[in-house]
């Protein structure tokens, strides 16, 4: 994980991380926040608000606003990065997309607040681990039309 990155979670001691990131001449002609939107609201759609919502309990807003990313609080932002954060009974998750010349990158950060986290994330985690990098790549896609 990259320092610059990794600074930007407001979560100090996490107790998963990842990061996954898309190799594209276009990152930045999109900010993080169209990023993220692509991403969470479009690709990941229902589905994730499924995973989100009942597997993980996270509270979402229900609406999309300025403040919120597919229910996810903004939590901070910078030119280059957008930090987006969600409580559950028992973790805490944080995402941050940050686009670079040439890349964007999404990097996960999750704190087991309960112990029960401990016995629910790591499976999940593999779940996780199998989608987050497509949900970057169809991202890439719905951002430019005509390429579908």
Same mark, same amino acid.
Do not use: C
């Given at each position: 994980?990259?320092? #610059?990155?990794?600074?930007?979670? %407001?979560?100090?001691?996490? +107790?998963? =991380?990842?990061?996954?990131?898309?190799?594209?001449?276009?990152?930045?002609?999109?900010? %993080?926040?169209?990023?993220?939107?692509?991403?969470?609201?479009?690709?990941?759609?229902?589905?994730?608000?499924?995973?989100?919502?009942?597997?993980?309990?996270? @509270?979402?807003?229900?609406? /999309? /606003? %300025?403040?919120?990313?597919?229910?996810?609080?903004? #939590?901070? @932002?910078?030119?280059?990065?957008?930090?987006?954060?969600? @409580? /559950?009974?028992?973790?805490?998750?944080?995402?941050?997309?940050?686009?670079?010349?040439?890349?964007?990158?999404?990097?996960?950060?999750?704190?087991? +607040?309960?112990?029960? #986290?401990?016995?629910?994330?790591?499976?999940?985690?593999?779940?996780?681990?199998?989608?987050?990098?497509?949900?970057?790549?169809?991202?890439?896609? =719905?951002?430019? %039309?005509?390429?579908?």
């Amino acid at each position: 994980m990259p320092e #610059a990155i990794r600074a930007l979670s %407001p979560i100090t001691d996490p +107790d998963y =991380v990842d990061l996954f990131t898309l190799t594209t001449d276009d990152a930045a002609r999109r900010s %993080p926040e169209q990023w993220a939107r692509a991403a969470l609201e479009d690709v990941a759609g229902l589905k994730g608000q499924v995973i989100w919502r009942v597997l993980l309990g996270l @509270r979402l807003q229900r609406r /999309s /606003s %300025p403040g919120h990313v597919a229910g996810w609080r903004v #939590a901070d @932002r910078g030119d280059r990065w957008i930090s987006l954060e969600a @409580r /559950s009974w028992m973790l805490t998750g944080n995402l941050v997309l940050h686009v670079d010349d040439g890349q964007v990158s999404l990097a996960t950060f999750i704190r087991y +607040d309960r112990p029960t #986290a401990a016995k629910i994330w790591p499976p999940l985690s593999a779940v996780h681990r199998r989608l987050a990098p497509d949900l970057l790549r169809d991202a890439h896609r =719905v951002q430019r %039309p005509g390429l579908h």
